[in-house]
């Protein structure tokens, strides 16, 4: 069962334009979802949150959307730069604080220069 | 500062195996989180610590896994009895106690465990 779905496994996207990751959720406890980049080699480095009680959050070029009604939330990346190419995975939480994250399986993101 | 370390990064060992594999957490950090990616898949959680309190297992997929950590610091993923299916990237996480109205995991870089 998997509770946080990333439907796009790759996305290419020309360098300077917007790049845009979704993703779906199942279970309506979730109140908070993050966004993670990731390297090979790497562990997931964190890159945006958003809390239930908002539908955007803005930090520099990224911003996560939520639209509850739909469990649907996605992160916009503009411009997009060749060093964003990575695998992006969102994750939620069932309650705001220190809990285990429930992942997505992500989605590869390539920047075309 | 130093970020989560883990060690070691790559490991092959022989099905029926038993092998350990350890999570240094950032200095402060009261969570501690254990993950495993398959090829091909998300993360899945496995365990996760939180000051004094009971682990939470709900994720360790069977009995022949455990982990522990002492001292509130330093922890260990045991896997016995190694399978194949057992091979997987384990990623361990740690995080301060909840403050403001943003939180997040930082991952350490991962153990590639192989069982041949």
């Known amino acids: 069962d998997q509770q946080v779905k990333q439907n796009s496994p790759s996305l290419s996207v020309q360098e300077g334009r917007i790049s845009i990751l979704n993703c779906d959720y199942t279970n309506s406890m979730f109140d908070y979802f993050l966004w993670y980049k990731k390297y090979p080699a790497e562990g997931p480095t964190f890159l945006i949150s958003?809390?239930?009680?908002?539908d955007k959050n803005e930090d520099g070029r990224f911003t996560v959307f939520l639209n509850k009604s739909a469990k649907h939330l996605s992160l916009h990346i503009v411009p997009s730069q060749p060093g964003d190419s990575a695998v992006y995975f969102c994750?939620?939480?069932?309650?705001?604080?220190?809990?285990?994250?429930?992942f997505g399986t992500g989605t590869r993101l390539t920047i075309i220069p | 500062g130093a970020g989560v370390s883990q060690s070691p990064s790559n490991k092959v060992t022989e099905k029926g195996k038993d092998v350990e594999l350890r999570c240094d957490p950032i200095s402060g950090h009261t969570a501690l989180y254990w993950y495993r990616q398959s090829l091909g898949q998300g993360l899945e959680f496995l365990i996760y610590f939180q000051g004094n309190s009971a682990p939470d297992k709900s994720g360790l997929p069977s009995d022949r896994f455990s982990a522990e950590r002492t001292g509130g610091s330093v922890s260990t993923l045991t896997i016995q009895r190694t399978q194949q299916e057992d091979s997987a990237v384990y990623l361990c996480?740690?995080?301060?106690?909840?403050?403001?109205?943003?939180?997040?995991?930082?991952f350490g870089p991962g153990t590639r465990l192989t069982v041949t």
């Open positions: 996480a740690s995080s301060p106690p909840g403050t403001g109205d943003s939180y997040e995991q930082y």
């Open positions: 958003i809390s239930s009680i908002k």
């Open positions: 994750a939620a939480s069932v309650s705001f604080g220190n809990e285990k994250l429930t």
